[in-house]
């Protein structure tokens, strides 16, 4: 096999190894508040992006009670996270505790 031949077999085995199919894309999702309550919240996994869009006149919070994040909304506001650990994370509003909600992030 020619040398350039035998290059371009091992970077695009390589390439395969490193990036193969196996390595999944991080997704982003959007969560709504409107209406005093969370919207829908989609399967999750590691490294995917959570944006928290707040349609609400009032100010929300999403809060982690395992203490994992706290995200402060202003009225009309947004704000995004990266997804770190892995399990089912029960989130609520600080300023209206019964509004809840719960991640499901897999691996």
Partial sequence: MPATLRALAVLAFAGFVVGGPANAVAANHD????????????????????????????????TARDKSFDIDLPPKSQKSMVVKQV???DFYCR???????????QP
């Fill in 87 to 89: 399990g089912k994370v």
């Fill in 31 to 62: 969560i709504i508040i409107a209406q005093m309550q969370f919207g829908t919240v989609p399967p999750l996994h590691i490294g995917d992006v959570i944006t928290w869009h707040n349609d609400d006149i009032f100010r929300h919070s999403a």
């Fill in 95 to 105: 300023f209206h505790p019964m509004m809840t909600g719960t991640l499901d992030v």
